[in-house]
């Protein structure tokens, strides 16, 4: 009897437009959009959950409530982010080792290959399990977009995934000749294309309205340029190529780690304003940034001492992975923070870091367009209302 | 090309939210649950994948010249409690009845704590939207092609392309667009492109009741901004300003395809102030990645030439 009830089938089949399928047709421009009641609402309770208490002193906002969408990524994106780099490093050392290696350095060409194909191969699944529609990810391949560093990225990466398989072909099955020339001209390629795919990530997000993100647009494609070769030599102390490839891998990461760890300190300096550079220092994201400092400098020092212990040699792959993981993922978090955060958004505009930075040479701020009645510095003037 | 868009006068918003049940019905929309949020009137709260049209209210501890109730001839602002008119003499109504004189009698009743918390209050409501920025940080970002500008200077999201990588939700400076979980898929307004496509008006235009929503010819709402903004100056309402009308007053969009008559600072309404494309400000971003990774070449060819047997 209980199926027959017309008020819960009614529920049952409500996907939110309470449209009975007897009277109207589903034709509008929406229609296909797939809903269900139980998930509806969830976006406003967590923005307003997260709203910034509203402050006075702060300036304006609307009852705190962000004025950015948060980003809708997922933990695939930095893991993107950090196999992306790996496989690109790799890429860019197995093709320098094949070109001045000398003696003894195929190991670590090998090696190379195989890391680059792998994280080329994981790199992919990631991002094509982050998309919302994943049957759709060949729709990125459609276009091809200068304008999108997405667009621009799936292209490279597509590449160097064929570039890398290629060149590391020959490890996986017993090759004639001529095929192991192509693969080494193919590993020369894919060293040439894995330089933008270890550096075009910082480009992606420095390319979006993210306050954090958007302010440290000059730092943060070299900051994960770094960041990846810093995989790379931690995962070859991980997995360590006989003969002199070995020490190239430690020398490479042990710079790489210098650079990183001077180029997260810039990332701080770059952000500037207090409230834009905020949650690279506050709240989880800081921490992971503060976590991924010391690790780091635990590795670089541990790769300073370690001579031919291979314990100390894997505790430097460890802490330099773990290092550049944190890295990866608190340079996200700090942008899902700053992204929620109006007053981020807010503070950078009226500091003439908004459009007003475009008419800027490099001098003293242009002016912000001001209306009548309303400072550009946010002051109130005599004109507006709330003064007598 | 006929460039077409809206002007959203938020002086003549009387939150009625008919502008988002119209969007709502016509394009088929799934309601976003029910949800109340304490937030003066806005249960809506936000733009996004399944709201593309969105009523703000702003209750503001500040007079707004010319706001009040028409109905018993009570003007608001301080001197909502302060003077009565005569039954059967019209009072000032609104904005648009500055030409009035009161005339003035005493308060019958002294109403003590009620007056003075009354006092300094205006309503601010704004009808948020898509704006279709003239160059817009979504179709830039978007990797498949999916989002492209129409025939009517509209900026469109084909639902048959996206696949829902949620680049142009980081991208869009207004916080507009966004991707509705279940459906994966970025959604937000279409300026109503199948009505556009059969002659008709936008529905959230179609259903306002007070002409708060405005559609037309671009050149022509500009022109009607500009008469109103002058009207309203002359009104006493020396705020009133027009928000991204055209590429000199919002640099960074290049001018919004809907823009707003605002009569407070845009941040009190949730917009940003000076928005920017990301796209402007990549080329140096660029720049700095060649030359991080050219020196990431330098450093590989350095760590495998001093590591190498002769």
New interface residues.
Partial sequence: MDAMDPLRRETALRDGRNVDPEVGRLTGEASGQRASPRLAAAALARAEREAAPADEAEGPSYHGLPVLKEPVWRWMIPAYFYTGGLAGACGVLGAAAQLAGGRGTWPLVRRCRAIAVGGAVASAGFLIADLGRPARFLAMMRVFRPTSPMNMGTWVLATFGALSGAAALPALLPAPRPLRRAADAAGIAAGVVGLPLVGYTGVLLANTAVPVWQETRNTLPMLFAFSGAVSAGAALDLWRPRGPGGEMARRFGLVAKGGELALSWALHREAGLERVERPLRRGASGALLRGARVLLGASAVVDLVRRASPALRIASGVLGTLGTLALRFGVVAAGHASARDPHATFALQRAGRGAADLARKGEAPGPMPAPRGIDATGQESVEHGANP | MRRMGFFTDTTLCIGCKACEVACKQ??????????F?G??Y?N???L???TWRHV?F?ER?????GQGSPRDGVEGGPRAFGELFPAGQPGPTSLLGHDIQPTHIETPVPLGPTERALGKF?WLMLSDVCKHCERA?CL???????IVRTEFGSVYVQ?D???????C???????????????????KC?L???RLKGGMVPACAKACPTASIQFGELDDLRARAHRRVEQL?ARGV??????GEDA??????EGLHAFFL????P??????????V?????V???R??????????A????????????
């Fill in positions: 016509w394009n088929q929309l799934p309601d976003d649950g029910f949800h949020t937030m003066s806005d809506t709260g936000m996004g994948a399944s703000a702003v501890a500040a007079e707004l010249p205006s940080g830039e970002a978007c990797p498949t092609g999916s639902p392309v996206c696949n829902g990588c949620g680049y939700v980081s991208a869009c400076p207004f916080g507009v667009i966004d991707r509705r979980a279940e459906d994966g898929r970025a959604w279409t109503c492109y199948d100056h020396g705020e009133a300003h027009l928000y000199a007053s919002q640099p960074g969009t605002l009569c407070d600072r941040e009190v309404y949730n917009l940003p102030p000076d928005p920017v990301p796209t402007a400000k990549i140096r971003s660029w700095s990645m060649a030359a991080g990774v050219l020196s990431l070449a450093l590989a060819m350095g760590a495998v030439f001093s590591a190498r047997r002769a």
